[in-house]
């Protein structure tokens, strides 16, 4: 059974950086797509990024290409999420979720996802 943590949310000015990190346990994590949501308060939940298993593969919503870049290190059981010149439309609350159901590519979709973390605060003031 696999559990996410998040982790490396904060506050930050407009413009800022910062760098979220997804831990799991278990020793098949690295069979497992991964993705990053985030959540807005009154707004529905939205893929932010997502990367295949070995890391090959990315997937960015159009908002945050450019400035997020998401990456894992299998060895290290983590996903990483960087990110850069953050808006203040970024705020939200950040969950990752893993993908014990596509066995290849990338997950874009909520459904598709089946372990979820509690996920971390991300706040960025104008």
């Known amino acids: 059974q696999v559990q996410l943590v998040e982790s490396g949310g904060g506050l930050v000015q407009t413009g800022g950086s910062l760098r979220l990190s997804c831990a799991a346990s278990?020793?098949?994590?690295?069979?497992?797509?991964i993705g990053w949501f985030r959540q807005a308060p009154g707004k529905e939940r939205e893929i932010v990024a997502a990367v295949s298993r070995g890391g090959g593969t990315t997937y960015y919503i159009d908002s945050v290409k450019g400035r997020f870049t998401i990456s894992r290190d299998n060895a290290k059981n983590t996903v990483y999420l960087q990110m850069n010149n953050l808006k203040p439309e970024d705020t939200a609350r950040y969950y990752c979720a893993a993908s014990r159901v596509l066995s290849a590519g990338v997950a874009v979709m909520p459904d598709q996802y089946d372990v979820w973390g509690q996920g971390t605060q991300v706040t960025v003031s104008s």
């Open positions: 278990g020793r098949t994590f690295g069979a497992y797509p």
